[in-house]
């Protein structure tokens, strides 16, 4: 009998297999372009992401709290696998943190954990969202969002925003010629506190409307709540999920903006029914029940203080990065890009003037250290190349200061 010996793989046959494979990937997983950032993650001045400042990550309480966990009797506990739905304990306070803050009214059977607020976005869209439903999206609106729908090949169709959010005489009227055309929409993504990228809040006035067309026009509200607690000024507004009758509004929000993001701790809110759906989708094991008891502990020994201090912090951030800006254009300065002064979260959203090349901007801002997102990067058809997000989040004040000033100086020299 003859023997076939075959040759040891070679790295090029590595590298060929590829092609042969492409095929092979099912219409769930396209290849999407990654995040564009103007420089690299090593830029001097990066304020590209929107990740909590490394210096207020409350490390020592949470080695205490750790400590104490692991020494006593939930110790063993925490180590083993939980609760499909989350650490039970966490979701207990969180409904109390809920009633203290966003005074919602729910019980833990309404609330899943999950593996951070994309992860709850993703879950959210796969359990309403079919091949070529249509689902509406803010113009711009956080690229997260956009991922998970346009990974279900969702139809995604756009409504602009002002200064006090969504503009909802448009959204009326796109979902009016909807449905007339014979393709309703199922999901409206909004983010109605300190929006990302915009920085606006939805007004009282347009939350009620919105609630009101979903009733009317029958789509699922995906509320994205991630920096809600984070306001500077101005009162805090009602909760869409909160205005809407149960069932109409799904909430996403996260302990990522502030206790700290490498836990992954978020969580979806919405009624039994609609949590026993997304549950059926969380393929997980379940959430962490050794990350639940921790973040449990620490929401009711230390949450209310600590976004105190947050707030506070990040104001004074935000209040840099403006002087910086503004430090760099005279009075009456053609070149002074616009913004509206964000009440909270981490962003300022720029909007170059006419003849500014947003690529020579981008060159000059990579060449002195300074790394942004392209406003691009946050609408759903790849247009807002006039635009740029700032991420106040990490940088001191004095380099968001300097930094602001950079941009300045990189606007000049983008209409040169």
Request: proline share 6%.
């Amino acid at each position: 009998m003859a023997t076939t010996v075959q040759r040891p793989m070679q790295p090029d046959d590595l590298v060929n297999a590829l092609p042969a494979v492409e095929p092979l990937f099912s219409r769930v997983a396209p290849s999407l372009p990654p995040v564009q950032f103007t420089g690299s993650v090593g830029s001097r001045y990066n304020m590209g992401g929107g990740q909590p400042d490394p210096d207020s990550l409350p490390r020592g309480r949470l080695v205490e709290i750790t400590s104490e966990l692991l020494a006593g009797e939930e110790g063993k506990a925490a180590l083993m696998y939980g609760d499909a739905s989350g650490y039970l304990g966490l979701r207990e306070a969180l409904t109390e943190k809920l009633r203290r803050w966003e005074h919602l009214e729910v019980t833990p059977e309404e609330l899943l954990i999950v593996n951070g607020s994309n992860h709850g976005l993703a879950l959210v869209v796969q359990a309403f969202v079919n091949p070529g439903d249509v689902a509406l999206v803010e113009a711009p609106t956080f690229m997260g969002g956009l991922r998970p729908l346009r990974q279900l090949q969702a139809r995604i169709e756009m409504v602009p925003l002002d200064d006090d959010g969504i503009q909802v005489d448009l959204l009326e009227q796109k979902v009016q010629a909807l449905r007339d055309g014979g393709t309703p929409a199922k999901l409206l993504y909004t983010i109605p506190n300190f929006h990302n990228p915009a920085g606006v809040d939805l007004s009282l006035e347009r939350r009620r409307r919105v609630v009101e067309l979903a009733e009317r026009f029958n789509f699922v509200v995906l509320e994205d709540d991630a920096y809600g607690e984070l306001r500077f000024s101005g009162q805090p507004l009602p909760s869409l999920y909160g205005l809407a009758r149960k069932g109409r509004v799904v909430r996403s929000a996260t302990l990522s903006k502030i206790l700290a993001a490498g836990l992954r701790v978020g969580y979806l809110t919405a009624p039994r029914e609609v949590i026993a759906r997304l549950n059926s989708l969380k393929l997980d094991g379940g959430a962490s029940p050794f990350v639940g008891r921790v973040a449990a502990t620490w929401l009711r020994s230390d949450h209310d203080a600590h976004v105190r201090r947050l707030v506070d912090l990040y104001r004074r951030k935000r209040d840099a990065l403006v002087r910086g800006l503004e430090g760099g254009f005279v009075a009456g300065d053609a070149l002074r890009p616009s913004w509206t002064l964000p009440a909270g979260g981490f962003f300022l959203w720029l909007r170059l003037p006419a003849g500014v090349d947003s690529l020579k901007v981008a060159e000059a801002a990579s060449v002195r250290g300074v790394a942004y997102v392209s406003g691009s990067s946050f609408f759903a058809d790849g247009s807002g190349a006039d635009y740029i997000r700032l991420a106040w989040s990490m940088l001191s004040e004095e380099d968001l200061e300097q930094a602001g000033a950079l941009i300045a100086e990189s606007i000049h020299l983008g209409a040169a």
